[in-house]
T-cell receptor, first 112, second 114 residues
């Protein structure tokens, strides 16, 4: 039940936009997004909950399509600091608060 | 606020030896997670505690891995005996509550098995 992420990797120039997608084969209760830089721990970006509630940073935007079991993370006007690997994590609707599963990650490189 | 503390940062052992990792979550966080992250992959949940009770240990290889969270605060993860495939970074995370709260990660323990 690991979510699928796309693309696997993306290279951007500073100032360009990117979209990272996460999809599940099961109905979801929540989707989490984290960014991990090389050699560091993952850092929280956003949580999207069934029903529309969101928690996260003001400068990060994301969507959650409950019917399609998909979420997208939108990175606009990218900066060098956005480089890293982005992971989505999902909780299945029937297993609230447990069975949290991370996706395989999307590697983002922002070039000057 | 102080973050999630983990120790040691690095550990090198030979296969068949045992090893233990320690985690101190953020004060007041009820939920504690242990993850295994192999290079190039996403973190894999090994065990999740809610206070001092286990919520999910479906991915924990129970023949060699064990974990406990005494008094609902600190936690230890043990591997005995270690195998070559256990080489990974072991991450501890905590959250105020399960499900709807962000997870805060420690710096992890990098384990190398020779």
């Amino acid at each position: 039940q690991q979510p699928v992420q796309s693309p696997q990797a993306v290279i951007l120039r500073e100032g360009e936009d990117a979209v990272i997608n996460c999809s599940s084969s099961k109905a979801l209760y929540s989707v989490h997004w984290y960014r991990q830089k090389h050699g560091e721990a993952p850092v929280f970006l956003m949580i999207l909950l069934k029903g529309g509630e969101q928690k996260g940073h003001d400068k990060i935007s994301a969507s959650f399509n409950e019917k399609k079991q998909q979420s997208s993370l939108y990175l606009t006007a990218s900066q060098l600091s956005y480089s890293g690997t982005y992971f989505c994590g999902t909780e299945i609707e029937d297993n609230y608060g447990q069975n949290f599963v991370f996706g395989p990650g999307t590697r983002l490189s922002v070039l000057p | 606020e102080a973050g999630v503390a983990q120790s040691p940062r690095y550990k090198i052992i030979e296969k068949r030896q045992s090893v233990a990792f320690w985690c101190n979550p953020i004060s007041g966080h009820a939920t504690l997670y242990w993850y295994q992250q192999i290079l190039g992959q996403g973190p894999k949940l090994l065990i999740q505690f809610q206070n001092n009770g286990v919520v999910d240990d479906s991915q924990l290889p129970k023949d060699r891995f064990s974990a406990e969270r005494l008094k609902g605060v600190d936690s230890t993860l043990k591997i005995q005996p270690a195998k070559l495939e256990d080489s990974a970074v072991y991450l501890c995370a905590s959250s105020l509550d399960r499900g709807v709260e962000p997870q805060h990660f420690g710096d992890g323990t990098r384990l190398s098995i020779l």
